[in-house]
């Protein structure tokens, strides 16, 4: 393969490397060339301030593509047309591939219109009110194979010409392919969305500012104003265009029309390096788009580490299967980083145009660009029958159906698994997960029509698989049929019948009681990709014993890799010791827990300074969970100090999504712990402000009020005994208002939080939510039915089971109580507030007994 590691030479132009080396071969040139070169070395250390023809200070800007297209005609020319080039645009005639001839489009009873009016593009559906109402589409998204559209909301005299306020994605969507207008659902969900739910196209999932907007547009500014609760969105070119890739261009441009060399000493050409010899530039500038990410910090610009902005979300049971295969879509990265290729520094450009975004090959020949070594690997080596076994030109015959897998998402948006891995029956048969001998084997047709409902694909199956026998028997079947055949084939395979990190993890999402000891085995496999190790790192924090777990990942904290550090530190947030916010603790027991606690979190102060910003912000959040009642014992002012400033690192890139409350109630939190419960009210009622139904930010403010009078109730306690009466009674005016506060707040989001239980009823943690809220309301029966459905759904869960456990303590139903901990002591042996718990409620029971006998005695 070309080496793309150095810049190209313009057409026309003397490349330096192809012509040196005929020079230097004519001797009679030496030496005035040694001459000139010595002199050339000279001048470069006189003149090298000359060199630096831009300041240090000047910015670089976007200048839009139209700037590029005079030098890159050849590129521009690619890029027209381009998945890039069509990410959004405006609705027009040139744009729109719908058919907006006045059609009906029926979904859920819901008819649905598409028209013209005048210019205008239109449809008649239902809004967020519910009721009938006609809604003006302004832009187009996307262009193959499905095209969306967008309506903006809320537009007033306050939006400027420039800006963009609220807008949502329309559900009905366009099938370019079979030409036909379909309703896009959301995953999982079949029935009809409600217009409260965030899911309905009216909601904020649906939303374009906060959802989509920031990777298909470029130099996207959101701008939202959360105390108008209202967007004022920008960008510099509506779709993702040059600057998107290579950053802002007006250094580029400045160094092009200046009158010196087209270089500078410190800025290179003025943009991103992406063809260095170093992929990781390239590959970071692809997955600030191409990745399943939180954002760590605003004002990413490609060639700027991507840890310090954007943080690759691990694996997770919602979104990945337990060896790393994708389930969801999470847009490649996540993938990429498990694979060989990744490891062996191949890049996005080695197989994708980076211009027109095609594929650089077609068929086979896409891999065999290069894996075919004469010596070693010719072609015919993997692209033949006796690698692959199936018929040339065959689906089988495929590089990428064996090792690259296709999902389709989006109803029919097939992406495939760049996590480029071998297949594994083997793992299939032992784990229940897929392979891709399997997906192609596979013949629905088989099953029963009612295994059949709702499945689209093969991996719809796999995901079903858990909970239908049926399924899973006829599944089994065929992985061993695959797995017979791969061993046939590859009797001396180092990928088949071997050992796999997939069980260490699954043994986790299962909440298995020996996921300690097996995730610890799996985080010290050094030759493991990082994204794996860090999973398995935050996994580590549920399982075993805190202290134990801190010193055995402890080597982790100087992982070379960001996302190892990152995870590593959080494994530290199960020893901070978790202190009542309303209870009143004595300075010497606090000394006390915080001389305990110094020597435990020393490991993770180094990382405060941490050159990667997801590292330092992590290390700040963990010790910020430090009681403020003991933080000043534990940490020293120097300390102090720097893990408020990556706490400030933190809200800067939380407050990226100043529009979801969940970024105001992450903040309230850290508030709450620190102290500074002003702050903390602030943060909740914002989250509130921004989005007024949803769960959680009222909890955390009835909490706040509780906190309230119980500091009020201690100084009333002292106002009594010193007989302070008149001052009694306001402070008992305070209390009570407090007191209202909370009970308000309580009642306020028990709907919110059976709207979620509703919604999504085989969800345990939201099961278990909704069981906390009917619980300080009061009312215990029901909770306790919520707590049932989330123990059947996660019979190993330790909190489940300690917290119906305490509840059937006070229903004094002592023997399902003792029952449940008992089972919490099976799955979690080595906690001994378990065993405590246990006593403590089977001296209830005999009390309890005792009290009955003599009260049938005397009766």
């Known amino acids: 393969m070309p080496d793309e590691s150095q810049p190209v030479a313009e057409p026309n132009e003397l490349s330096f490397e192809e012509t040196l080396p005929d020079v230097l071969g004519r001797w009679w040139l030496r030496p005035p060339l040694i001459l000139l070169g010595m002199l050339a070395l000279g001048s470069a250390f006189v003149f090298a301030d000359w060199w630096s023809t831009v300041p240090d200070s000047l910015t670089a800007t976007y200048v839009g593509r139209s700037r590029c297209i005079h030098c890159h005609q050849d590129q521009a020319e690619k890029f027209v047309g381009s998945h890039h080039d069509l990410a959004m645009d405006a609705a027009t005639d040139d744009t729109v591939l719908g058919d907006f001839d006045d059609v009906e489009f029926t979904h859920h009873d819901v008819i649905s219109r598409l028209f013209r009016e005048d210019e205008k593009f239109m449809i008649h559906t239902e809004g967020p009110t519910g009721e009938m109402a006609d809604f003006h589409i302004k832009w187009v998204f996307g262009v193959d194979p499905i095209q969306q559209y967008m309506v903006e909301f809320d537009r007033d005299e306050n939006t400027a010409a420039d800006e963009v306020a609220r807008v949502q994605v329309l559900r009905i969507s366009w099938d370019v392919h079979r030409k036909r207008w379909f309703y896009l659902p959301p995953p999982d969900v079949a029935e009809k969305l409600d217009p409260t739910d965030d899911l309905h196209w009216t909601g904020v999932a649906q939303r374009w500012n906060f959802m989509c907007a920031d990777c298909h547009s470029t130099n996207l500014q959101k701008n939202f104003d959360e105390q108008t609760a209202s967007y004022h969105t920008t960008f510099s070119e509506i779709d993702v265009s040059c600057e998107a890739c290579h950053g802002p261009g007006s250094v580029h441009i400045d160094l092009a029309d200046s009158k010196s060399f087209f270089w500078d000493r410190k800025r290179g050409f003025g943009l991103a390096r992406l063809k260095d010899k170093n992929a990781e530039t390239q590959i970071q500038a692809c997955a600030q788009c191409h990745s399943r990410r939180r954002k760590v910090h605003p004002e990413f610009r490609p060639g700027k580490p991507f840890f310090d902005h954007y943080a690759t979300e691990l694996l997770s049971a919602q979104t990945y299967f337990c060896d790393g295969q994708i389930m969801d879509e999470v847009y490649v990265h996540g993938s990429f980083l498990q694979s060989k290729m990744y490891h062996k520094g191949i890049r996005c450009t080695d197989c994708h145009d980076p211009h027109s975004t095609k594929l650089k090959f077609a068929g086979n020949q896409l891999c065999t660009s290069c894996h075919s070594h004469p010596n070693s690997h010719p072609a015919g080596k993997f692209d033949g029958p006796a690698h692959h076994h199936h018929k040339p030109g065959s689906l089988g015959a495929s590089c990428v159906e064996c090792h690259m897998p296709e999902t389709t998402y989006m109803e029919m948006d097939p992406r495939r698994d760049h996590s480029l891995r071998v297949p594994r029956p083997d793992l299939s048969v032992d784990l229940g997960l897929p392979n891709a001998c399997s997906r192609c084997h596979f013949e629905p047709e088989k099953l029963p029509e009612v295994q059949r409902e709702g499945k689209r694909q093969y991996i719809d199956f796999v995901r079903a698989a858990g909970e239908d026998e049926v399924i899973r028997n006829e599944l089994n079947r065929l992985d061993r049929w695959s797995l017979d055949a791969v061993r046939k084939w590859y009797p001396d395979s180092k990928h088949i019948d071997t050992d796999h990190w997939a069980r260490q993890l699954k043994l986790a999402w299962e909440n298995d009681s020996g996921s300690g000891a097996a995730l610890r085995t799996l985080t010290e496999k050094k030759t493991l990709p990082a994204i794996i190790r860090a999973t398995g790192l935050t996994q580590l924090s549920f399982y075993g014993d805190g202290d134990e777990n801190c010193l055995a990942i402890e080597p982790h904290l100087v992982d070379p890799a960001p996302l190892v550090r990152m995870a590593a530190i959080s494994v530290y947030?199960?020893?901070?010791?978790?202190?009542?916010?309303?209870?009143?603790?004595?300075?010497?027991?606090?000394?006390?827990?915080?001389?305990?606690?110094?020597?435990?979190?020393?490991?993770?102060?180094?990382?405060?300074?941490?050159?990667?910003?997801?590292?330092?912000?992590?290390?700040?959040?963990?010790?910020?969970?430090?009681?403020?009642?003991?933080?000043?014992?534990?940490?020293?002012?120097?300390?102090?100090?720097?893990?408020?400033?990556?706490?400030?690192?933190?809200?800067?890139?939380?407050?990226?999504?100043?529009?979801?409350?969940?970024?105001?109630?992450?903040?309230?939190?850290?508030?709450?712990?620190?102290?500074?419960?002003?702050?903390?009210?602030?943060?909740?009622?914002?989250?509130?402000?921004?989005?007024?139904?949803?769960?959680?930010?009222?909890?955390?403010?009835?909490?706040l009020m509780d906190y309230h009078m119980s500091q009020l109730d201690r100084e009333a306690r002292q106002l009594a005994q010193q007989r302070r009466m008149e001052e009694l009674e306001e402070l008992a005016g305070k209390i009570a208002r407090y007191k209202l506060r909370a009970e308000k707040y309580r009642a306020d989001e028990l709907p919110n939080v059976a709207r979620d239980a509703r919604l999504a009823p085989n969800i345990p943690p939201i099961l278990y939510r909704y069981a906390m809220s009917l619980y300080v309301n009061g009312k215990h029966d029901e909770a306790a039915e919520q707590l049932d459905r989330a123990l059947e759904l996660e019979p190993k869960n330790p909190r489940y089971l300690w917290m119906q456990g305490l509840l059937m303590q006070k229903l004094e139903q002592y023997d399902k109580a003792l029952s449940l901990i008992d089972r919490l002591i099976n799955e979690v042996p080595d906690n001994p507030q378990h065993r405590q718990l246990w006593r403590q409620i089977h001296d209830q029971r005999e009390m309890k007994a005792k009290r009955e006998q003599e009260e049938d005695e005397s009766n």
């Open 573 to 703: 947030e199960s020893i901070m010791p978790n202190m009542d916010m309303n209870e009143i603790y004595q300075d010497e027991m606090l000394r006390a827990t915080a001389d305990d606690l110094r020597p435990r979190i020393y490991p993770i102060l180094a990382l405060l300074d941490d050159p990667s910003r997801v590292v330092r912000s992590e290390a700040a959040r963990v010790l910020s969970r430090i009681d403020y009642r003991i933080s000043n014992y534990v940490l020293e002012r120097e300390d102090r100090e720097k893990m408020l400033k990556g706490l400030e690192e933190l809200r800067i890139g939380m407050m990226e999504n100043n529009d979801r409350a969940g970024a105001h109630a992450v903040m309230g939190n850290i508030y709450s712990n620190l102290g500074w419960f002003e702050k903390a009210e602030q943060a909740y009622e914002a989250a509130i402000r921004v989005e007024p139904a949803v769960t959680g930010p009222r909890t955390n403010l009835a909490e």
